[in-house]
């Protein structure tokens, strides 16, 4: 059984900080990319960023320069730290982890609310 869970939602003003953590335990072998998605209500899932092998990482437009990725290998997390947030960084963020063998799993997301 794998478990992801993500943690660090609330609600932040405007031009403030979070930080999201994602945990990933269970029968994993190996990690091979961690990552962020987000999804708006009324919108579709997409990718705000994530972490690859070989500490690679990749981020969607609209947040790079304000968000940060950040993984532990030894403790299977990785981080999120979002600075500089909008309102339209509202969303509920997800976390996907994938293994080597290429079986991916989902958290089941945390809300983030921005207010104006």
């Known amino acids: 059984q794998v478990q992801v869970v993500e943690s660090g939602g609330g609600l932040v003003q405007a031009g403030g900080s979070r930080r999201l953590s994602c945990a990933a335990s269970?029968?994993?072998?190996?990690?091979?990319?961690m990552g962020w998605y987000r999804q708006a209500p009324g919108g579709q899932r997409e990718l705000v960023a994530i972490?690859?092998?070989?500490?690679?990482?990749n981020y969607a437009d609209s947040v790079k320069g304000r968000f940060t990725i950040s993984r532990d290998n030894a403790k299977n997390t990785v981080y999120l730290q979002m600075n500089s947030l909008k309102p339209e960084d509202t969303a509920s963020y997800y976390c996907?982890?994938?293994?080597?063998?290429?079986?991916?799993?989902w958290g089941k997301g945390t809300l983030v609310t921005v207010s104006s």
């Open positions: 972490d690859t092998s070989g500490g690679s990482t």
């Open positions: 996907r982890a994938e293994s080597w063998v290429g079986a991916v799993y």
């Open positions: 269970g029968s994993i072998f190996g990690i091979k990319a």
